[in-house]
């Protein structure tokens, strides 16, 4: 079918979210305007719990002390869960702040009307650097260059640019040495167009059951931040933890804790403490589109990587690797009707089969659980990710646009 002439400017367009329930977050402008159309229905999609996101909130405030903040990490659309709704919720629920790792992410939440306060994560680029000044943006810094061309544009666009020290204490990627963080604090506060708002530094292995390399780490930052303050530098926020280190280290929890995964309700391994309260709040799902019924000797799905040997009931989901889930073969499981069936064949680019010749229940169009719960079962992130040789950031965060985003909320 040719494209409506109307339909092109919505190929630019943001991809809209569907919500169900009463529409308090989503900002009322696109039903009126002609060149952008509702999003059309799919038979698979992502459910986001935001009732889930706030009572994880609630059970992550009752885990530290009153006085530490909440930096919410919301880089990567929220891992997966959508950056606007998720941001907006976390703010609601006590959040201090964001934090984000592009610039690109960061304007389009200030574009929908998000006022927080944005740390921008990881190294910025040179060129980065008038657009963090233009647009507000916390830029973290983590070494003397970044600081000067930061304090450069800053004079020039008649600002001040607002810094987090950035304190490499052995994850080796971003950041000033350790030993060396009080020199670059001193060079900071030297400037008269940067302020020092904090420091940080990021944990290598938080969520391993040994901690003996975190408690060096930690040990390093707080040397490092005892240097600077030696110097009389005001370290006014001062953070180490993410979620793994949020859980087991309440000694590390400073004045801020960074929370990304914990948010969503999945624990970073199953090394790390569990608290009460948490649920995830994702939950991917698709409804069955057809029923095969295999002979002994069929197969089914590309290369015939799948035999029936005896009759077999086949369900097909439309959802596959072009959606985000592992292209796997013969491997992994789906959720109907409240019980496990296994993925047979290979898992293609829109669909996936299931056997569910033993759940002879299922019908047509029934709704299946490929990540989430269903009944008394559940497939974890984790799980999924054993199926990639992954872990359960890279399963939520590769969920593609092309999976509609349906919100749940009060
Ligand atoms: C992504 C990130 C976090 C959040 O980590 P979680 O384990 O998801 O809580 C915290 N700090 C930095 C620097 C990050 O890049």
Same mark, same amino acid.
């Given at each position: 079918?040719?494209?409506?002439?109307?339909?092109?400017?919505?190929?630019?367009?943001?991809?809209?979210?569907?919500?169900?329930?009463?529409?308090?977050?989503?900002?009322?402008?696109?039903?009126?305007?002609?060149?952008?159309?509702?999003?059309?229905?799919?038979?698979a999609w992502i459910e986001v719990d935001l009732r889930a996101l706030r009572h994880n909130y609630a059970a992550i405030h009752h885990h530290k002390r009153a006085a530490v903040k909440i930096l919410a990490v919301v880089k990567d659309e929220a891992y997966g869960h959508g950056g606007y709704r998720v941001a907006k919720a976390v703010l609601e629920c006590g959040a201090s702040a964001l934090a984000l790792s592009t610039i690109e992410e960061a304007l389009d939440l200030q574009?929908?009307?998000?006022?927080?306060?944005?740390?921008?994560?990881?190294?910025?680029?040179p060129d980065e650097l008038k657009w963090c000044v233009a647009h507000g943006l916390?830029?973290?810094?983590?070494?003397?260059?970044? #600081?000067?061309?930061?304090?450069?544009?800053? $004079?020039?666009? !008649?600002?001040?640019?607002?810094? +987090?020290?950035?304190?490499?204490?052995g994850l080796n990627r971003f950041g000033v040495a350790w030993d060396q963080a009080a020199e670059l604090a001193a060079c900071i506060a030297r400037s008269p167009a940067l302020r020092l708002e904090g420091a940080y530094s990021h944990f290598a292995g938080s969520?391993?059951?040994?901690?003996?390399?975190?408690?060096?780490?930690?040990?390093?930052f707080q040397k490092a931040v005892g240097d600077i303050e030696a110097r009389g530098i005001p370290v006014p926020t001062k953070h180490i933890c993410n979620s793994g280190g949020f859980l087991d280290l309440p000694q590390a929890h400073m004045d801020m804790v960074r929370i990304g995964l914990l948010q969503h309700g999945v624990y970073p391994s199953d090394a790390c403490s569990r608290i009460p309260g948490v649920t995830p709040v994702m939950t991917v799902k698709a409804r069955v589109t #057809?029923?095969?019924?295999?002979?002994?000797? $069929?197969?089914? !799905?590309?290369?015939?990587?799948? +035999?029936?040997?005896?009759?077999?009931?086949?369900?097909?989901?439309?959802?596959?690797?072009?959606?985000?889930?592992?292209?796997v073969r013969n491997a992994g499981e789906a959720l109907l009707a409240g019980k496990r069936a296994p993925i047979v064949g290979s898992v293609a680019m829109d669909a996936l089969t299931v056997d569910i010749t033993h759940?002879?229940?299922?019908?047509?169009?029934?709704?299946?659980v490929v990540l989430g719960s269903q009944g008394e079962e559940t497939i974890t992130a984790h799980e999924i990710a054993a199926l990639k040789n992954t872990i359960s950031y890279d399963v939520l965060t590769g969920w593609k646009a092309r999976l509609p985003r349906v919100y749940l909320d009060y």
């Open positions: 079918m040719p494209l409506l002439e109307s339909d092109v400017a919505t190929l630019a367009a943001p991809v809209r979210t569907i919500s169900t329930g009463p529409d308090r977050m989503q900002p009322a402008v696109q039903e009126s305007t002609p060149t952008i159309r509702a999003t059309a229905p799919r038979p574009q929908k009307g998000i006022r927080a306060r944005m740390l921008m994560m990881g190294e910025r680029a916390v830029c973290s810094v983590g070494n003397k260059e970044t #600081a000067a061309l930061l304090a450069a544009a800053a $004079d020039r666009a !008649g600002a001040r640019a607002s810094v +987090h020290l950035k304190i490499n204490t969520d391993e059951a040994d901690k003996s390399f975190a408690l060096v780490q930690l040990a390093r #057809a029923i095969q019924k295999l002979s002994p000797g $069929d197969s089914v !799905g590309y290369g015939m990587h799948f +035999h029936a040997e005896t009759p077999r009931t086949i369900a097909v989901l439309p959802i596959g690797y072009g959606d985000g889930f592992p292209r759940i002879p229940e299922v019908r047509l169009w029934d709704e299946a």
